[in-house]
């Protein structure tokens, strides 16, 4: 994903750690000439989980602003597999996406099928009326990062916000 995302010249804005799948992501982007931003709060920084290789890194009071000012950086969003951290920021992009907040399109790269039970479970609550059908078409899904990049270049999300009378849904 690192080398199409700078071969592309995709600015990446991520976490600011230098651990795991996003820190392998950061470095094989930087290593190929690609721009990487971090956003990572105090408490992390003093771990010593810091990237200090970046392109650019913002150092923010907590979590909240940490996500704030990704969203705010972003022009679209990837998810690759991840843990909690990863589906809390998923689930509240798509819930601004939802409510009309933004008009970001949130792409998830499924590797290995890993988001399949997610995604069952994201048309689980269209078939139960806990979100309207359409908002499904909130996320892109694809299996390869060229497939995603391809798709998120042509989605445009849904207008249709969340506060919508039941008889519309």
């Not at 230098?18 to 094989?28: D, H």
């Not at 995604?119 to 908002?135: D, G, I, R, V």
Request: aromatic fraction near 6%.
């Amino acid at each position: 994903m690192g080398e199409v995302l700078a071969r592309e010249g995709i600015r990446v804005v991520y976490g600011g750690g230098k651990l795991g799948m996003m820190g392998t992501l950061a470095n094989t982007v930087l290593s190929h000439g690609g721009s990487v931003v971090g956003v990572i709060p105090e408490f992390l920084k003093t771990k010593e989980v810091v990237h200090e290789g970046l392109s650019e890194l913002h150092v923010v009071p907590s979590l909240h602003e940490r996500k704030n000012l990704m969203y705010d950086l972003a022009d679209a969003f990837i998810v690759l597999p991840g843990g909690l951290g990863t589906l809390d920021e998923l689930t509240e992009v798509l819930t601004w996406g939802q409510l009309g907040l933004h008009r970001k399109s949130c792409g998830i790269l499924n590797t290995g099928n890993y988001f399949h039970h997610f995604l069952a479970f994201f048309s689980h609550l269209a078939e139960q009326e806990m979100m309207p059908q359409k908002h499904l078409e909130l996320l892109v899904v694809e299996s390869t990062p060229e497939k995603l990049l391809e798709k998120l270049r042509n989605h445009v999300p849904p207008v249709d916000p969340k506060w919508v009378s039941r008889a519309n849904l």
